[in-house]
């Protein structure tokens, strides 16, 4: 997609770089050109054979990321690999003559290799994100050992056997106990021995280690810290009192604790064992060991003798209406949590715990040192001893792995607790001890015989509104919404266990769908989103987000599709739990997770097939990121960069187009990805429901404010996005005034002022919302720009020329819902004149930015280079057909699932082909509307020659380049442009090139001219070698 010509680009760099770093059997070029200079700087011949007499390597910041290699350095004695991408130590384990060994800032995670050094004196590992710190253990000889960031936690018993340490960096590890540094310090370890001309030196600042009369964590150190040369902090802290503690906090609030906003925040509860009532003005709360001090309680904050006091962690630092809220948010992964008092000294310390979804954790009881789960939170009430629990059970394992399978098998359910009960499901509900109990092994095979079939529901409302007797998904009553029987429905069977125990928090779910069919290798060529839920949550009359449901049949309507039903709700009362399992086809699994899941969409709502936004959250599961690249090739649209990580997943039912061709406001949107106007990728995929096949859905990408975040590298909260041009979608309130005001001053101004003109410049892209407004005028979007319009911007405080794109503070454009384009509305003549239309009442920015003559020229100019390039009629053919045979293998079973597009194959085909149709005619009308909406006299051809091995031409913003989307025969390329209107054309040469001049219509020497279009135009750009 975007900018992968610049990727394929840094391949072909790194294979030449490998080859040749093979030469002396290194993997990493980057590590063959250090060890080479340190050959040269040592005089030898760069030889394999030379590499032995390498003793000590500075490789640090080289950008190196494979050490495959390096273990031909067999006398290596220090090695400093420091500031670079290395993740796999393995290829150290060969040497064994390392003495020192610097990882810092390093991307390992497995420090296992280390185990075979059991020479190192000296090794550095800060900031290293380490998953088990274990194997130093082995490291017996050590020194000097630097772990700074590096968490250790309550666990330091890796350090008992480091007895030769004279130097030791704990700083920021999250360090809570002192009584091993204690032991190592008895034992000469860490202390000055001036006969031996040794000083220690020791770092444990930062770190959560409390000094209370209830509490002194270093109690153990204190008769040794003074014999320390290089000791931090230079004095330990006296023992002070502790008034305060925290007491019980959720990280992952869904639904146990509401503000007064409605919204459900992470709470703390703090608690005042004190018999005096506590000021915490001047305390401070964190969940950073780097950062204690993070946010200050404000004045006035009192808790009573014996009493509670909540604080949200809400990320949105304020007090209203009797409410705190600090400036972080907390993460249900895991954080340490933080109380200081004024002073800055550590008052409580709450480590890093995973936490579950409405499960608190806290003192049981108020006040004491025992830190359990709660199942019924008690937020600012005594903490109950009921549905305590000190630990939480593992999963079940499951025998075999999700996916697919050719034959049946038997699935074994496990637990390495033998007095667990596993109970498990097969219908997609939540497994309780009301679920069958395994036993025995379970028959996984061809479809699922013990559950009954979803897609019975009925998909159609009832037409006499009196006679209302169940549910049903979808009410609009049209000739495209006939009544349908899904026909032989293929079903996978999805799985779902978890383990159980008296006395013990019951374990996460475990999901595994399975897919089985002699030929499930080849039968879909699409990718598979397994959804599993509790089918209430979809289907149920009350709370079902998929039915009509209660909300429809209180409300008879008469307009049924325009008429509230549960479907129609919003907000998170609405969103349900869901887990997800993504497969590639042929059944490699990207990726599985809890989410949340809401309907979307407009009157779409009411189709028989919805379409759905998935959440993901970090109370459903940390870190609440799909971390996945769900659509192979999509970069970000600021930098460039691979877009992996998604917050929000959409899976469209195609809207409007539901029942003819499943895609076309794809189309309109991959049309002009290539642009900086914001668009959603799109890749189609089946999806099933509690393993039930629910048909084509179009994975999309969600237009939010993480989606700003992950395409322009910037804070989502410092974002606003308005739609319909003046509704708050996202931001404070307030911040769509900047938007009502730009419009209200092209309304009022003269803007074929210069001067007016360059202060819109600095409020809006120019450039990106003409690229906006000429693809939604070609598409002949009839339902915009009164609507489905949105704008968004980077707060800042004045526009910001040198700041990133995106980041720049002016407002952009984001494109959503083309459904009412490519003829919906008018069929397939492509003659409806959408320049009136756009520039009519809805749409004043665009109707007074045309009074300037710049803006003018640049619009009419970039809508000719795009109907010369994004829109020349073979590239719209071609991608509709690449769209259509994308879809072929798989939509006659869509058709038989849900009846539509079309009742046939042939008839999807049929409605496909009018898309052809619509842009050939579009195609022969275009050229008018444009002539007769400016009044200019006709069009003209232009032909542009060029040697590309020398340079190439540039006409407006296109580049006549292969490389450019649209352009074929860059070399004797022919466009059509408007007459009398000055069109530009540049020559670029290539290096190792010159410009030499324009021959044909016009000769000059001048790299650029400025043409005014009266007739037909060639030139050809004359390139010379240098």
Not at 224 to 244: K, T
Not at 351 to 369: A, E, L, N, T, V
Request: aromatic content about 12%.
């Amino acid at each position: 997609m975007r900018k992968a010509a610049l990727i394929s680009l840094c391949i072909v760099l790194l294979l030449a770089g490998y080859a040749s770093g093979s030469e002396l059997g290194f993997a990493d070029p980057n590590l063959t050109a250090v060890v080479e200079a340190e050959l040269r700087a040592l005089g030898r011949e760069v030889s394999v054979e030379s590499l032995k007499t390498i003793v000590e390597l500075k490789a640090d910041n080289h950008g190196i990321s494979n050490l495959a290699g390096i273990e031909q350095l067999i006398n290596l004695r220090s090695l400093d690999i420091s500031f670079n991408p290395v993740r796999d130590l393995t290829p150290l384990q060969a040497l064994t003559q390392l003495t020192s060994l610097n990882l810092r800032e390093t991307l390992v995670t497995d420090l296992s290799p280390v185990v075979d050094l059991g020479n190192l004196e000296y090794l550095n590992i800060h900031s290293i994100p380490a998953v088990s710190i274990e194997p130093i253990s082995a490291l017996t000889k050590l020194e000097t050992l630097i772990m700074r960031n590096v968490y250790i936690g309550e666990d330091t018993s890796f350090l008992k056997n480091l007895t030769n340490l004279k130097r030791l960096n704990l700083r920021s590890t999250g360090l809570t106990d002192t009584l091993v540094l204690a032991d190592l310090m008895r034992q000469g370890a860490l202390q000055n021995q001036h006969h031996l001309g040794i000083r220690a030196e020791l770092d444990i600042r930062d770190n959560p280690l409390q000094s209370t009369v209830l509490r002194d964590d270093y109690e153990p150190i204190r008769p040794y810290w003074v014999n320390i040369f290089a000791r931090e902090p230079v004095v330990l802290p006296d023992v002070g009192e502790q008034n305060v503690l925290i007491n019980e906090f959720m990280a992952a609030n869904s639904s146990t604790l509401k503000s007064r906003s409605q919204e459900y925040y992470d709470w703390i509860e703090l608690y005042n064992p004190q018999p005096d009532d506590v000021d915490l003005t001047g305390y401070y709360l964190s969940d950073s060991l780097s950062n204690p001090l993070k946010w200050r309680f404000p004045a006035n904050a009192v808790i009573p003798a014996g009493g509670y006091i909540l604080v949200y962690a809400s990320g949105l630092d304020q007090t209203s209406f009797g409410e705190i809220h600090t400036n972080f948010k907390l993460g249900s992964e895991g954080e340490p949590l933080l109380l200081s008092d004024p002073e800055g000294r550590l008052q409580d310390y709450i480590p890093p715990k995973p936490h579950m979804q409405d499960i608190s954790y806290g003192r049981s009881p108020d006040g004491s040192d025992s830190l359990v789960f709660f199942q019924a939170a008690t937020p600012g009430k005594p903490n109950s001893t009921d549905k305590a629990f000190a630990e939480k059970l593992q999963p079940p394992k499951f025998s075999h792995v999700r996916g697919f399978y050719p034959e049946s098998f038997y699935l074994e359910l496990s637990s390495a607790d033998p007095d667990v009960i596993i109970y498990y499901t097969l219908d997609g509900s939540v497994p309780t001890p009301d679920s069958s109990v395994y036993q025995e092994p379970i028959l996984i095979g061809p479809g699922n015989t013990t559950t009954e079939l979803l897609s019975l529901i009925k998909t159609f409302g009832p037409f006499n509104l009196n006679r209302i007797e169940q549910d049903y998904t979808g009410q609009k009553q049209t000739k495209a919404f006939l009544p349908w029987t899904p026909q032989d429905v293929y079903q996978g069977i999805v799985v779902r266990a978890a383990a159980y125990k008296d006395g013990v928090l019951a374990s996460d779910v475990e999901t595994h769908t399975y897919f089985v069919d002699e030929d499930i290798y080849n039968r879909y060529s699409l990718p598979i989103i397994s959804i599993a839920t509790d089918p209430g949550n979809f289907f149920d009359h009350n709370y079902g987000i998929y039915v009509a449901g209660a909300f429809y049949f209180n409300f008879r309507p008469g307009r049924p599709w325009h008429n509230p039903g549960n479907y129609t709700q919003r907000g998170i009362m609405w969103e349900r739990p869901v887990h997800v399992e993504f497969f590639e086809p042929g059944g490699m699994v990207g990726f599985t997770m809890n989410m949340g899941a809401r309907t979307h969409g407009g009157i779409t709502r009411a189709w028989p097939q919805k379409s759905l936004k998935l959440y993901a959250r970090s109370s459903y599961q940390p870190p609440g990121i799909v971390e996945y690249p769900i659509f192979p090739g999509l970069t970000t649209t600021g930098t460039g960069e691979p877009l992996t990580e998604f917050k929000r997943i959409l899976l469209r039912n195609a809207g409007n187009h539901w029942s003819i061709d499943l895609f076309a406001d794809a189309l309109m949107h991959e049309l002009i990805a290539h642009t900086k106007v914001d668009v959603m990728a799109y890749r189609p995929a089946v999806v099933f429901i509690n393993g039930e096949y629910w048909g084509i859905h179009n994975i999309r990408e969600r237009l939010d404010q993480h989606y700003l975040a992950a395409h322009y590298n910037l804070d989502p909260e410092n974002v606003v996005i308005t739609t319909h041009y003046d509704e708050l979608d996202y931001g404070n309130p307030g911040d769509e005034r900047d938007l009502h005001e730009i419009t209200a001053y092209v309304q009022r101004n003269n803007m074929a002022s210069a001067q007016n003109y360059q202060y819109i410049t600095t409020k809006i892209d120019i450039d990106q919302f003409i690229d906006y407004q000429v693809a939604q005028i070609f598409y002949s979007n009839t339902d915009w720009p009164g609507k489905n319009t949105a704008a968004w911007r980077y707060k800042t405080d004045q526009y910001d020329p040198d700041a990133p794109y995106g980041q720049d503070g002016r407002w952009r454009w984001m494109m959503f819902d083309t459904d009412f384009g490519f003829g919906y509305v008018h069929g397939t003549g492509g003659d409806f004149n959408s320049m009136e239309h756009a520039t009519g009442s809805r749409g004043p920015l665009l109707r007074g930015l045309l009074e300037n003559p710049n803006f003018r020229i640049q619009f009419i100019n970039t809508f000719a280079d795009h109907l010369n390039s994004s829109f020349t009629l073979d590239r719209i053919i071609t991608m509709i057909d690449q769209f259509e045979a994308v879809l072929e293998p798989e939509i006659a079973e869509h058709i038989a699932r849900w009846g539509n597009p079309g009742r046939s194959v042939e008839e999807w085909k049929q409605n496909v082909n009018k898309m052809r149709i619509w842009a050939q005619n579009r195609h022969k009308y275009i050229w008018t509307m444009l002539t007769d909406f400016f009044k200019l006299p006709g069009t003209a051809t232009v032909t542009l020659n060029s040697d590309l091995d020398a340079g190439y031409i540039q006409i407006n913003t296109l580049d006549l380049v292969p490389e450019t989307p649209g352009i074929t025969n860059p070399e004797s390329w022919q466009g059509t442009y408007l007459r009398s209107v000055p069109i530009k054309v540049t020559a670029h040469p290539k290096p190792g090139y010159e410009f030499v001049g324009w021959e044909g219509s016009r000769t000059s020497t001048e790299t650029q001219l400025e043409i005014m279009l009266t007739s037909d135009l060639e030139l050809t750009a004359v390139f010379r070698k240098l």
